[in-house]
């Protein structure tokens, strides 16, 4: 689910802003008696420009603004009287 939301997501958002856009513009174009626009003369560079911008954005907001806080001492997880004690973070 982390790698959905964090980095998949963001580079689908403008493919999928798109589509929404081209259906519209389809049913509209239908109506008007106008030419259809095709999927295949899409801005194709501009939208994968725009998704890694949107990606690189959300990992440095990501970084930013989760996380627990700087300072404390890091503890690997370990075997404990045979049970395994996960990882985690002591305060000082």
Known sequence: MKLLLTKILPLLIPIAIYVVW??????????L??????????????????GVAILIISLIAL??????KPGG???PP???????????????
């Open 33 to 50: 008696g106008q030419p259809k626009p095709r999927m295949r003369e899409a801005p194709w560079l501009t939208m994968a420009l725009t």
């Open 22 to 31: 081209l259906i519209h513009t389809r049913k509209k174009a239908r109506t």
């Open 73 to 75: 001492i890091y503890m």
């Open 63 to 68: 970084g930013l603004f989760t996380g627990d």
């Open 78 to 92: 370990h075997m404990k009287n045979g049970e395994i004690i996960p990882g985690e973070i002591k305060r000082q």
